[in-house]
């Protein structure tokens, strides 16, 4: 190596090696994973090509390279604990990676690594290993062809190819589906970099020590592995290589700590101007630095991809690290928000190859601030109640917190499990995690939420890649498959007389199907719309000579194969049958009428919020739309209101509506919006709304009012909407607002529906629709009137019946004790018989009032001092509730005057 490289140079030299040997540069995903259920974020490189291994998907390039964002803190990939712990371990990381899909194998995928390191970058050949796979647990043959590779690369040691079993050199996806052996590239970093040295251990590649590091590995996807065990070799075989991009850059900088790199220069320096350490104050407690600087990047990172501190799922991750983040800053002095200015040092690291970053910055500034503000407020309180439970633990000689305690800790004070685990092995102790998981399950569950992950998808992929290798063989579809055109879904011309090319009952293939039966129809082409981007998918009916499926949904069951699924309601379709395919007009237009209006109340958010209220999740369908977006609090009746006008007023515009195909790297640049955990290929759909349009041809001439990437189905023009009416504003999650509003025929039941209640109402009050909100103000304003009437004559009619109650008073340990149960009363009137007994009692008096469930107690200071609170009266009789010593306000269930004979005693139990 001839000079320093900076990390940014780094990754650039990466992407431009394989840009030079033919491959496609290809931009990170976002960090939620678009389209995939089974993740709660992207947690490798190779995720973002998971349907094209699964063959759901195809590439229009056969080569790429990429710097893939990547978190791992939830599930089997998770990093939290060893964060701060050591020099290597992050929640957030970057993944560089080449990948071969179908196009070039071992030879050449080696011999390039071998270049990279030794030639571009210069490390040194002879401290370099490679492993290769050699199967320890049953009869997949030996990868000598990879060791072989290997041993020919211009000066590599071949003694350095090593040999390990299934652990480490195998890679699969899932428990069946594409696998393949691997191979990895390690390094010695020399005898000083042991941290075991001068100890027995295993020191070499794989060992226990530090000093051999894996720097990158190449999987070699070549067989398909069934339920049975059994492997078979795949037809296509591809390349997914992955290098950690901060152990590749500490590597290259000489460092022994990925904290010690130009990464993260910045923000220790931020911290270290905050804190007023030297450079070897920090190093000697660096554990709080390393976990605050990861935490700040991790929740900056998230927040430009749209996940705000919050309750649930990627939220409750976000908020987590943001409040471990402070809870670590506060062990080296940091009290005061300070999050944000850390944060300020990762968007300038980051903030040119990851734009993203720039373009949120306010947003990642304000959402740490706020949420270092709110976690202050109760950090407090919550963990000196979990040095309670600690301390309670210990007294009883246990060693486990219980997780449900722990939950309890959060859903009160806000202490994330993390912290409290954090905090319970500082002191040699720990908690229940399964615990704290079903407890917070229980709660989701009760508060309407639940689990988010689901299955792998693609489990038939294989099966249908079949069906279509055996239809193309026979002609009977081109090398693309079926032809996808949902833009044209609704010209009936464009679908009728096409061959039934297959139908599948019951994961089985049939020659015809029969009345009732639930089937997956294969056609040529189709015009119905796959669900995605939050737009359901269409319905319909494929319709023969003498039969009828009724079309309920629609999937890409893989690569090149889209299935219509339904059920025969008529006749006996049969595979050659002619047919056609009949998308649900009015529905659809109903879809369309919602979707366009969705873009129009996106931007005016943006106008009336700001342009941080970026969509986090939507919902479009015939009946109405719902779109989640972030925004700190909830908003005013005006702001709903001046979103509501806004929206009808680019309704009425009646601007045209353009949809144009281009590549995303074009409609990028040139501004359009990327929405919320959306996947996006390299060519995609805009989405044009023109507020001078210069004509009404579908052009992109024009000033645009809107333009987002979108590949769902539009209306042609604004006014189609019709009336547009917000019909909720509520909380999504923390962070997140949700709006539902329906458009077109919607709005006008909605608008019927409700001048209908109106005009009933006018009659019920006998007076005219234009009268009614003055004759409700006032009939409000008399209805108040004779609520202080009745209160004031209950009120009197209590305390006139204050005297006779005196006669119940019993003297206990020279305390006068009253309870008495009073019929009718409200709050305020307990609270005036309870200030009348203290009239009557100024020393040695205790008294508690019930009605219905309401309880007020009360007891003189002279009996405060001698040990009874007015709560301990409450409490005793078996009811709940506090407040000052001498007063105080609760509730009681059950038998009251059963409650009330416990008075006495509960007097003389406390009472010193």
């Not at 246990?398 to 859903?411: C, E, S």
């Not at 919607?746 to 009933?760: C, E, H, P, V």
């Amino acid at each position: 190596m001839t000079k320093k490289l900076t990390g940014n140079q780094i990754r650039q030299d990466f992407i431009d090696f394989f840009v030079e040997h033919g491959h496609t540069a290809v931009p990170s995903m976002s960090l939620v994973p678009g389209g995939d259920g089974t993740l709660l974020f992207t947690n490798s490189g190779m995720v973002q090509f998971k349907d094209v291994f699964i063959g759901t998907d195809k590439k229009p390039y056969t080569r790429a390279v990429d710097s893939q964002k990547c978190m791992r803190v939830a599930g089997k990939h998770n990093d939290l604990d060893d964060v701060g712990r050591d020099d290597t371990h992050h929640t957030f990381f970057e993944m560089l990676g080449n990948w071969s899909f179908g196009d070039y194998y071992k030879e050449e995928a080696i011999a390039w690594s071998w270049q990279l390191l030794t030639e571009v970058w210069g490390l040194p050949k002879d401290k370099l290993y490679a492993t290769c796979f050699r199967d320890d647990k049953g009869n997949v043959p030996q990868d000598d062809e990879a060791a072989d590779i290997w041993k020919k690369q211009p000066g590599f040691d071949p003694e350095h190819v090593l040999f390990f079993g299934r652990k480490e050199n195998f890679w699969q996806m899932a428990e069946t589906g594409p696998c393949g052996p691997c191979s990895e590239i390690h390094i010695d970093l020399g005898e000083e970099r042991d941290n075991l040295r001068g100890t027995d251990h295993v020191c070499g590649v794989n060992g226990e020590c530090t000093r051999y590091l894996e720097l990158w590995n190449n999987v070699f996807i070549q067989y398909n592995l069934f339920d049975d065990g059994r492997l078979e070799s795949l037809p296509a075989k591809h390349v997914d290589t992955g290098m950690g991009f901060e152990r590749i850059v500490s590597v290259l900088q000489g460092v022994d700590s990925n904290y010690k790199t130009d990464l993260f220069a910045g923000s220790l320096e931020v911290l270290r101007s905050l804190t007023g350490h030297s450079e070897k104050e920090m190093l000697e407690n660096f554990t709080p630095y390393r976990v605050v600087c990861d935490h700040v990047r991790s929740a900056s990172f998230l927040i430009a991809d749209g996940v705000v501190p919050g309750n649930a799922g990627r939220n409750y991750v976000a908020r987590m690290i943001v409040r471990r983040a402070a809870r670590f800053g506060s062990k080296i002095g940091l009290n005061e928000p300070f999050l944000a200015k850390v944060a300020q040092a990762v968007i300038d690291e980051y903030g040119d190859f990851y734009p993203e970053l720039k373009k949120a910055q306010p947003s990642i500034l304000d959402n740490l601030t706020r949420e270092e503000v709110r976690f202050a407020r109760t950090v407090e309180a919550g963990t000196a109640h979990l040095e309670n439970l600690l301390s309670e633990l210990r007294a009883s000689n246990q060693t486990v917190l219980d997780g449900h305690k722990a939950f309890d800790l959060y859903a009160t004070y806000g202490l994330p499990f993390e912290i409290s685990r954090d905090i319970a092995r500082e002191q040699g102790l720990d908690v229940d995690e399964v615990g704290f998981t079903t407890a917070k399950e229980e709660h989701a569950v009760a508060s309407g939420g639940g689990k988010a992950m689901g299955k792998l998808g693609g489990e038939d992929a294989e099966y249908f890649a079949g069906i279509l290798k055996d239809l193309q063989s026979k002609g009977k579809l081109g090398k693309d498959g079926v032809e996808y055109d949902p833009y044209n879904g609704t010209d009936i011309s464009r679908y009728s007389n096409l061959e039934v090319l297959a139908l599948v009952v019951d994961g089985q293939s049939v020659d015809s199907a029969k009345l009732d039966d639930q089937v997956e129809v294969i056609l040529p082409k189709t015009g119905f719309y796959i669900e995605a981007g939050g737009q359901v998918n269409d319905t319909g009916f494929i319709r023969g000579a003498d039969w009828e499926i009724e079309i309920t949904g629609i999937r890409r069951a893989s690569a090149g194969v889209i299935v219509h699924i339904g059920e025969v309601i008529s006749g006996q379709p049969k595979v050659g049958d002619k047919a056609a395919a009949e998308v649900d007009a009015t529905r659809r237009h109903d879809i369309m009428r919602n979707h366009t209006a969705t873009h129009l109340l996106h931007k005016a958010l943006h106008e009336i919020l700001s342009d941080q209220a970026k969509q986090a999740g939507s919902l479009v369908s015939p009946t109405h739309l719902r779109f989640d977006f972030n925004h700190p609090e909830a908003m005013t009746p005006d702001q709903i209101e001046r979103v509501e006008k806004m929206v009808n007023e680019a309704v009425a515009m009646d601007m045209p509506v353009v949809k144009v195909t281009k590549s995303l790297d074009e409609a990028k640049k040139e501004g359009a919006m990327a929405l919320f955990g959306e996947k996006y290929g390299e060519v995609v759909r805009t989405i044009s709304i023109l507020s001078s349009a210069g004509g009404l041809a579908p052009s992109e001439q024009g000033d645009k009012y809107s333009y987002e990437l979108c590949g769902g189905t539009h209306l042609e023009r604004t006014s189609d909407v019709g009336a547009f009416i917000i019909v909720s504003e509520s909380s999504a999650a923390a962070g997140v607002r949700r709006i539902e509003a329906v458009t077109g025929r919607g709005a006008y039941d909605l608008i019927q529906k409700r001048f209908k209640t109106l005009k009933q109402t006018a009659g019920s009050l006998k007076t005219s629709v234009d009268e009614v909100p003055a004759r409700v103000d006032a009939l409000q304003d008399e209805v108040s009137e004779l609520k202080k009437e009745l209160a004031n004559l209950r009120a009197q009619s209590a305390l006139s019946t204050f005297n006779s109650l005196l006669a119940n008073v019993q003297i206990v340990k020279e305390v006068n004790v009253l309870g008495a149960e009073i019929s009718n009363a409200d709050v305020d009137t307990l609270r005036s018989l309870a200030d009348k007994f203290r009239e009557k009692y100024p020393k040695n008096g205790a008294a508690l009032f019930v009605s219905g469930n309401t309880v007020i107690a009360t007891v003189t200071e002279d009996v405060v001092k001698r040990g009874v609170k007015a709560g301990d009266l409450i409490t005793g009789i078996g009811g709940k509730g506090g407040g000052r010593p001498n007063l105080a306000q609760g509730s009681l269930s059950g038998d009251v005057n059963e409650a009330l004979t416990k008075l006495p005693k509960v007097v003389e139990e406390k009472v010193k």
